[in-house]
DNA sequence: GAGTGGTCTAGACCACGCA
DNA sequence: GCGTGGTCTAGACCACTCT
């Protein structure tokens, strides 16, 4: 069973976890693909159909494997609407989703600063990859965005340019980098002369500021974004479950 | 099995979730006591205790049931610290979690508004209860808060005074209410002359403006809460998953 | 030791997708 | 018709709590 060895007494489903989670992080399985299926799996892993069953359920549930009855087990991909409809909380008031375009970019490497390697723990000597851009709403400049990747994850993203509308489905399929979980902090703040010269809003009015670190299944820091968005006709929603 | 037939074919387990949640919402059970065990409920019922187990297992990850190995299985109650957790997101910048205090109230009885009936799916001449109130974090006044509640869910809460510091206990141990999600969503907007006046903020500064639903168990809205909180060194925190 | 939930197994049958 | 996941069952043993 591939080195599953008893360190003070696992369950046996939660090895069987850890095995499979490595297989899909170290890419033996691809976005896209079908896994083994069930009763392969647990010959392969000399345990019983119940005990993977249990695993397969619990990843379907963190979103990281989809299952089709009659098909098969499959990587979840991060295509542009999955990620856009899971990782992008901005409706309109009463609940429209609204889907972002790109407006520009400019994508730079260089070195990074104390607070970068602060909220992405790197090191002293770590460059980052830097994507400011601004998206647009219908037409409409609408959010600045200011985006830090540690250059080491993202090799030649900065010569990618222009890059997809939603950077998480190139991490997955470039990179083999699963963003599986983001932290958010919102705050309201005021526009300066800066917003106003780039996106639609009058310097003094009120924005709704977005800090986002996102977090790959190898519990990577991955991205840092922080977001200023216009906020008279777009509202953040979030559901408390 | 208590009236379960089949309509149309839905699985056992959906049938058996379906008559614990009936028994929790019509107070069969009631919070902080046990169900029956699992063997116990698999004989009532009539069905395995492998099935009552997926039903007891998905509703503990809802959080409306805790289990503990070796003593039993318990409905969740709201409590205080539980409440602010789950439903209060504010926090210090980088992830300290704050607890408001209650700085004043009022509380009153009156007829519906044409919003309000809109947001929480009221008739024509049904009366709410309105709580204005501000809320202050380590002495500071911080939350203005406006909170409607169907007049007809919560009789007398109008009297209550002084209320709770977080309602959904009450609603929970008073009227038997379950708060199991709520719908926010968040905008950025300024401070005007009544917020000056009653939270630690200047007129024209940025406020985080939430605008919140809670929905009960049975699906009923329960109230609509509108918070605008001074966002200085306040954030409204998430994580997506 | 008795009773509870937690883990694990083995096997039956159903529902679905596809060739 | 075959292979897949989905449901359901029955039973064994473990880990925890309380008396």
Redesign the interface.
Known sequence: MESIETPGYRPLYKQVYDVIVRRISQGEWRPGQSLPSETALARDLSVSQGTVRKVLDALTA??LLERRQGKGTYIAENTQERALF??F?L?R?GGERLIPDRAWEKVRLRPSRALERLKLDLGRTDKVIEIRRVRAILGRPCIRETIIVPAALAPGLESLAPLPNTLYSLYQSRYGINI???????????ADDDDAAEIDVLP??????I?RVAVSLEDRKVEWRQSRCQ?AD????????
């Open positions: 963190e979103k899971r990782f909380r409706s008031p599986t979980q983001a932290h958010e902090e919102l705050r309201a703040g005021l003094g009015q009120p924005l709704l500021l800090d906020s777009i509202v953040y929603a979030v559901n408390l479950t």
